[in-house]
T-cell receptor
Framework: ETGVTQTPRHLVMGMTNKKSLKCEQH?????MYWYKQSAKKPLELMFV???????ENNSVPSRFSPECPNSSHLFLHLHTLQPEDSALYLC?????????????FGPGTRLTVL | EDKVVQSPLSLVVHEGDTVTLNCSYE??????LLWYKQEKKAPTFLFML????IEKKSGRLSSILDKKELFSILNITATQTGDSAVYLC?????????????FGTGTLLAVQP
């Protein structure tokens, strides 16, 4: 039990579908993150939310749209994805932004785009 | 360009062996180096290293950081099949208003009975 949960755990979608990934942290943290893990590539930081405001997005394509309604919840809205977007999407949280605190990860959502 | 490089990429050992995993980095505004174990889904935190030369231990696992030579090692003694996983090294650095992590590609460790 990591304190960070993600749903769904697996998702298969077509290129024309719209879906959302959900992340929830029960650790009282103030920063949340979305990462993408593709096969044989390092983890890539997609978005950072600090105190509910987006701080970095690292030039992620607009077909990925994050939403952070409060410090405990983080969403990743997906639309018109490409097959190369198939990957493991990991959510993480940390106590305080900008201090080097350890990030704790959720179990991830395995996304397959057909 | 900031980067984290891990070696070897993969390793196969037998139970009882000792292994050493390597992580080197080139990152500006370094703050800490972290080791994670990833078995099936989410990475699990192992160690956070901020000071050079101070070994951190947890059971059969230990790790040390050299900030002068910009590398860290993760040692696993008396390996067991349950140690089979991908071991990820990440460097935490100051990237504006919040901390950010850059990961290496990982070392895939397979421990055979």
């Amino acid at each position: 039990e990591t304190g960070v949960t993600q749903t769904p755990r697996h998702l298969v979608m077509g290129m024309t579908n719209k879906k959302s990934l959900k992340c929830e942290q029960h650790l009282g943290h103030n920063a949340m993150y979305w990462y993408k893990q593709s096969a044989k590539k390092p983890l890539e930081l997609m978005f950072v939310y600090s105190l509910e405001e987006r701080v970095e997005n690292n030039s992620v394509p607009s077909r990925f749209s994050p939403e952070c309604p409060n410090s405990s919840h983080l969403f990743l809205h997906l639309h018109t994805l490409q097959p190369e977007d198939s990957a493991l999407y990991l959510c993480a949280s940390s106590q305080r932004p900008g201090t080097g605190d350890t990030q704790y990860f959720g179990p991830g959502t395995r996304l397959t785009v057909l | 360009e900031d980067k984290v490089v891990q070696s070897p990429l993969s390793l196969v050992v037998h139970e009882g062996d000792t292994v050493t995993l390597n992580c080197s980095y080139e990152v500006t505004n370094f703050r800490s180096l972290l080791w994670y174990k990833q078995e099936k889904k989410a990475p699990t935190f192992l160690f956070m290293l901020t000071s050079s030369g101070i070994e951190k231990k947890s059971g059969r696992l230990s790790s040390i950081l050299d900030k002068k030579e910009l590398f860290s090692i993760l040692n696993i003694t008396a390996t067991q099949t349950g140690d089979s996983a991908v071991y990820l090294c990440a460097v935490d650095y100051y990237g504006g208003a919040t901390n950010k992590l850059i990961f290496g590609t990982g070392t895939l460790l397979a421990v055979q009975p």
